[in-house]
C-alpha cells in the first residue's frame, strides 16, 4: 500500500513538474521544474527497483544535463520569457494528441506479464564492476568530465563581462 501510495505522489509530482516545465513563461523556472520532473522519474525507477537507472538518472539528467541548460540560460541574456511566436502551437497540439491516443492504445491493448515469484537483486554493484572495475572504462570516464569541466569553464570566461 505505501509502494502505491509513494508512486502515484511521484507520479503526480512527475507530470505536474512536466506541465510545468512545458506552460511556463520564465525560462529559467522552466529549467528548474525540469530538474524536479528528472528527480521525480528517478524516484519512480527506486520504486521499481532499477537502483542503477535511478543513479544513472541523478548522475547523469539532474547532475548534468540540467546543471548544463541552467548555465545557458544564466549565460545568456534577455532571455526572461519563452518564444514570442505560437505559429507553430495547433500542429504541435495536435502531434501530442496523436502520441497520446497511440500511446493509451498500446497501453491498454498489451498483455502485461506481472513476475512477483521472483525476488529481485540489486544491480548497481554488478553492474558497476563490469562498467568501472577491471578492464572497464573508468579512464574514459574521468577524461570525458575533464573535457566537460574545460568546456563549461571555457564557455564562462569567453562569455563573461570584461
Known sequence: MGLD???????????AAALAVVLQGNVFRAALTLVLCFVAVAGIYILLSADFLAAVQ???YVGG??????LAVMLTRDVQHGS???????????VAAVFLGVLVYSVTNTPWVLSV???VEPTTAALADKMLGGGGFILAVEIAATL?????LGAIVIVREK
Open 148 to 152: 566537460l569541466l574545460a568546456a563549461i
Open 65 to 70: 544535463i540540467s546543471i548544463l541548460i541552467i
Open 117 to 119: 515469484s521472483q525476488p
Open 5 to 15: 501510495i509513494a508512486f502515484w505522489a511521484l507520479a503526480i509530482i512527475g507530470v
Open 58 to 60: 541523478i548522475l547523469i
Open 84 to 94: 514570442p511566436s505560437n505559429k507553430l502551437m495547433l500542429p504541435a497540439l495536435l
